[in-house]
Every structure is written in C-alpha cells, then in structure tokens.
Antibody, heavy 125, light 110 residues
Framework: QLQLQESGPGLVKPSETLSLTCTVT??????????WGWVRQTPGNGLESIGS???????YYSPFLNSRVTISVDTSKNQFSLKLSSVTATDTAVYYC?????????????????WGQGTMVTVSS | QSAPTQPASVSGSPGQSITISCTGT?????????VSWYQQHPGRAPNLIIY???KRPSGVSNRFSGSKSGNTASLTISGLQTEDEADYFC??????????FGGGTKLTVV
C-alpha cells in the first residue's frame, strides 16, 4: 500500500529557503506511471500545485512559482524533496506531497491519487 | 491563467442530490479531459473521488459522479449522507506545466 510522509522544519524565517522531504513507502519512485509532486494549501485560499518530478529527474513547475522552486528525487532513498527560496509570509501553508499520475497512464491520468498527511510550515521571524 | 471558479458553499438534506460546478476557460476545462475532484474533511488530506472528468477510483461510492459541458465540469453527489459534509475541490489541466485547483466548495448537509 503506497504511503507518503512529509518531513521538515515547521518554521522558516522570511527570505530563507523552505526545505521539505517526502518519503515514499509501499512503491518505488521508479514507477513509470508516477510523477511525485507537491501541493500546498494556504489558509482560506484553497489548493495550489507547486510542481512534480519523474524518477528520471524530469520536472515541471507551476509557472506562478517557477523561479523559486526546485524539486529533486533521491532514488536510493525512495524520497523526493522540495526547496522554495526567498519565502515570505504568503508561503505559510500546509504542504502536501502526492503522487501525480502521469498523463499517459491508462488509469487516473493526471490525478493526484495518493497524498501525504501534510505538514504545516509557517514563515515568520 | 486563473483558478477555475467554484461556488463557495452548497447545502442539501440527507437523501437529496447536489451539484458542484467548476467553471474554467477554453484553455483548461474546455480543452482537456484531465479534470479531477477531491473531497477534504477538516484536518485531513484531500482524497481523490473523480478523475478524467467522469471516472471513479475503486472504493469510491457510485453516489459520486462527474460530468463536463463546455468550459464547466460538475460533480454530483446523490443520496446525500452526513459523512459527505466536507470541502470539495476540482483540478484542471491547463497545458504545459500548469495544473489549476478550484477555490473549493464547502458542502453542508443539513
């Protein structure tokens, strides 16, 4: 059974870099139908896709955050990570990692079908 | 590109049916079939209930159904139950690397 678990600091100072890791259990990041993504939920502002990565290292990033986002994958640890630079208070949110099914998959194409429990990150000095 | 529009809230009584709309544009909902819907209970992660506009993952009740017409996707919940009370979000592909979530709809079962 595929499970995802986020980890990382819950408090980040303004202008610094937010760093989170997602550990994948019950499946391999090598799954050819899977991208591995990050979604955040700001208080009262709904959900926002940040970006995703394939096991080959191919990434796609939201055009709204592209210049500040880096997503990487560590296949040896079955983990993937998010870095968001130059954070401000508006980056305060619950951050979820999720499996983002490939658009070419035969089922659930394009859907975020498995989610981690989420981790709250507050940007404050 | 902007988020698809959803009503902020809808309500219904047990046993009734409700429909939640997700209105996008001709460059997202109107062009691609990759619309998904998520249910989120307070304090919990979102849960996928509809993918590719109309399909249900295994284990999701057949009381949930999805449809699309033009630039608007819709989620219908029939035979409302108290446990359906939650927030519902749509997500639409807008081309390139852009996936847009709607603002969410709070469903109240009264």
């Amino acid at each position: 059974q595929l499970q995802l678990q986020e980890s990382g600091p819950g408090l980040v100072k303004p202008s610094e870099t937010l760093s989170l890791t997602c550990t994948v259990t019950g499946d391999s990041v090598y799954n050819s139908d899977s991208y591995w993504g990050w979604v955040r939920q700001t208080p009262g502002n709904g959900l926002e896709s940040i970006g995703s990565i394939y096991y080959t290292g191919k990434t796609y990033y939201s055009p709204f955050l592209n210049s500040r986002v880096t997503i990487s994958v560590d296949t040896s640890k079955n983990q993937f990570s998010l870095k968001l630079s130059s954070v401000t208070a508006t980056d305060t949110a619950v951050y979820y990692c999720a499996r983002h099914v490939s658009q070419s998959a035969t089922t659930a194409a394009g859907a975020f079908d498995i989610w981690g429990q989420g981790t709250m990150v507050t940007v404050s000095s | 590109q902007s988020a698809p529009t959803q009503p902020a809230s809808v309500s219904g009584s047990p046993g009734q049916s409700i429909t939640i709309s997700c209105t996008g544009t001709s460059t997202d909902v109107g062009t691609y079939h990759l619309v998904s819907w998520y249910q989120q209970h307070p304090g919990r992660a979102p849960n996928l209930i509809i993918y590719e506009g109309t399909k249900r993952p295994s284990g999701v009740s057949n009381r949930f159904s999805g449809s699309k017409s033009g630039n608007t996707a819709s989620l219908t919940i029939s035979g409302l139950q108290t446990e359906d009370e939650a927030d519902y979000f749509c997500c639409a592909y807008a081309g390139g690397s852009t996936w847009l979530f709607g603002g969410g709809t709070k469903l109240t079962v009264v």
